[in-house]
């Protein structure tokens, strides 16, 4: 990870990147990732935003066995950093570029209180939790056999335990 001391470069993709916000970070940093490095990983948690301007990156999970697995490809418009921020946890997955990878930083600290009362901003990282977690309930879903699917529906969806039609066609 480089840091990008270009103070003009900063600004010409805030202003690049001002949908996201009402109101200017008070403390913004470029970092630049290089192909295989990581950005994010589950022993070290973020203490910052990172708002990908350009580039991709692999976010990929690790079961008990080391085994990975992946759960998407993201673009320029991913924010990394929302759940540490909103629940000061850390995520447990892997961010790894796939190529050269640009990202606004935005230090926790020295921008909260003023990232709190920004509507917009609550607004972005609220559309992107939403991303993730309709994300994950299709991995869930897509890794269950049809009687967990079942036995899910019934207990969840449809509190009745009653099926009253079973559409099934063979094509």
């Known amino acids: 990870m480089q840091e990008i001391h270009d103070e003009k470069r900063i600004e010409y993709i805030l202003r690049q990147e001002s949908k996201y916000f009402q109101k200017r970070p008070q403390s913004v940093r470029l970092l630049q990732y290089e192909k295989g490095e990581l950005l994010t990983q589950p022993i070290m948690p973020l203490r910052q935003f990172l708002l990908i301007v350009s580039g991709t990156v692999q976010i990929f999970g690790m079961d008990e066995t080391s085994r990975t697995y992946s759960i998407t490809l993201s673009k320029e418009g991913t924010l990394l950093g ?8 850390f995520s447990p997955f892997f961010t790894e570029a796939t190529e050269t990878v640009l990202c606004l930083a935005i230090p926790f600290d020295s921008n909260r209180t003023m990232l709190e009362r920004d509507h917009v901003f609550l607004k972005f990282v609220m559309a992107q939790m939403a991303d993730k977690l309709s994300m994950m309930a299709k991995i869930e879903l897509a890794v269950q056999t049809l009687e967990e699917k079942v036995l899910l529906y019934l207990n969840e969806i449809w509190p009745s335990h009653q099926i009253t039609s079973l559409t099934y066609s063979h094509g």
């Open 82 to 89: 929302d759940v540490e921020f909103c629940k000061d946890e």
